[in-house]
């Protein structure tokens, strides 16, 4: 059974770095064709797509996200990390770190709020 987990960085300061980790357990986090997702939902909003890391370390970012994001990975410890730099108010979400495996978001840890204010 696949659980994904996030970390949980509550309050964060406008212009500071959001740092957000993802524990893998289930599966591995190099399974051949299998994403690793960071996906939000700000409040009264939609899903937004963040960026990937791949099983074999390639990285995707969204164009409206890429200049400030940065997704990395620690296979020893099974888990990949989101780091979003800069942050402003419009930042306060819930993330979400998700399986994209056969072109489905199969499996979706239980989501973070992350509130920006000074």
């Known amino acids: 059974h696949v659980q994904l987990q996030e970390s949980d960085p509550g309050l964060v300061k406008p212009s500071q770095t959001l740092s957000l980790t993802c524990t893998v357990t289930?599966?591995?986090?190099?399974?051949?064709?299998?994403?690793w997702s960071w996906i939000r939902q700000p409040p009264g909003k939609g899903l937004e797509w963040m960026g990937v890391i791949s099983y074999d370390g390639t990285t995707y970012y969204s164009p409206d996200l890429k200049n400030r994001t940065s997704i990395s990975r620690d296979t020893s410890k099974n888990q990949f990390a989101l780091q979003l730099m800069s942050v402003t108010p419009t930042d306060t979400a819930v993330y979400y770190c998700?399986?994209?495996?056969?072109?489905?978001?199969?499996?979706w840890g239980q989501g973070t709020q992350v509130t920006v204010s000074s």
């Open positions: 998700v399986r994209d495996y056969d072109d489905q978001y199969d499996f």
């Open positions: 289930g599966d591995s986090i190099t399974t051949t064709y299998s994403g």
